[in-house]
Structures are given as C-alpha cells and as structure tokens.
C-alpha cells in the first residue's frame, strides 16, 4: 500500500535524513489479551508480557507494571520506511483499530539519534492520515549527537549560518 511513497515525496533536507533510528508499535492494557490481540493486529508481537511477568531476556527488569504487546520494525530500514513497515505490517482496518483503542492504549513509539547538528524527515500526507485512521499516538524522542561538530554549530549560530 505504501511502497513508492518516499520516491515521490520532495523535499530539501540541509542535514539529511536521520541514519540511525528506532520505530516501535507498542500497545498497552492492563488485562491484556496477547492471543486475541496477536490475531486483532494480524502479526506476531516482537516482545509482549502481561501485566507481572517478568522480560526473559532482561530477567532483572522489574514484572511489567501493565500488559505489552510490541511490533519493532527492522533496524536497517531508514526512518520513514520503519513507519512504512509497521503500517504495512498490521491490520489496515480502521474499525479494528477503533474498537483496539477502546480498551488499549496506542503508541507508535520512535527515537532518532542524531548524528549531525540538524537531521530531519518529512511524511508524506498518506502517512499522516493512515496514523490517524489507526488511532496511533505519534511519540518521538530525539538524542543529541555529542562532540565538537555540535558545538561549533551553536557556538557560530547566526554568524555565518543561513536561517532555515
């Protein structure tokens, strides 16, 4: 459904688009149904643990304080193609997601790590409105990359730089 939709977006990006990222769709209860949801999404989670249990791979963790069910999308695949994936992955029914949203709490969960001072994306608007007809909240956390490159940046802001 969303295969060529990054050819056709244009856009100017002074930094780039971000190299390294994270996209996760992650879904909350507490009297989660991890079966039902699983056959719901149409998709086997990457991670999911009712409320209490502990995580098999990170056994200090403490029990999860609520129901998880999580879909990760693949490391390698650029940001935007990551969102692309999760959306191509699941169930496309709004009404599914509709009556999913009643008793779960939605999140389409993303971090960019940046590695330059400016890096950016753009969704094309199909994107946007196929989020929207999921019922998915948008989060994102940015990490700031570190070292001189970011400095400079900030300390010569204005001087020599063009607005954006």
């Known amino acids: 459904m969303f295969v060529g939709l990054l050819i056709a977006a244009k856009y100017i990006s002074v ?23 699983t056959n719901s999404i149409g998709r086997q989670p990457t991670k999911a643990r009712r409320k209490g249990e502990t995580d098999v791979e990170r056994p200090k963790i403490r029990p999860a ?28 029914n709004p009404e599914v997601w509709r009556q999913l949203r009643q008793s779960h709490d939605i999140q389409l969960r993303c971090a960019i790590f940046l590695h330059s001072w400016t890096e950016g994306f ?3 608007p199909e994107i946007i409105a196929e989020l929207a007809n999921r019922y ?24 020599d730089s063009e607005q954006i």
């Open 136 to 159: 998915w909240e948008f989060s994102l956390s940015m990490y700031s990359a570190e070292g001189d490159e970011i400095v400079e940046a900030f300390l010569n802001k204005g001087k």
């Open 122 to 124: 753009s969704f094309p």
């Open 15 to 37: 930094g780039g688009a971000p190299s390294d990222s994270k996209a996760t769709l992650c879904i909350y209860a507490d009297d989660i149904d991890l079966v039902a949801l």
């Open 65 to 92: 304080p609520i129901g998880q069910w999580f879909l990760e999308a693949p490391k390698g695949l650029p940001f935007t193609e990551k969102i692309e994936f999760l959306l191509e992955a699941t169930e496309s």
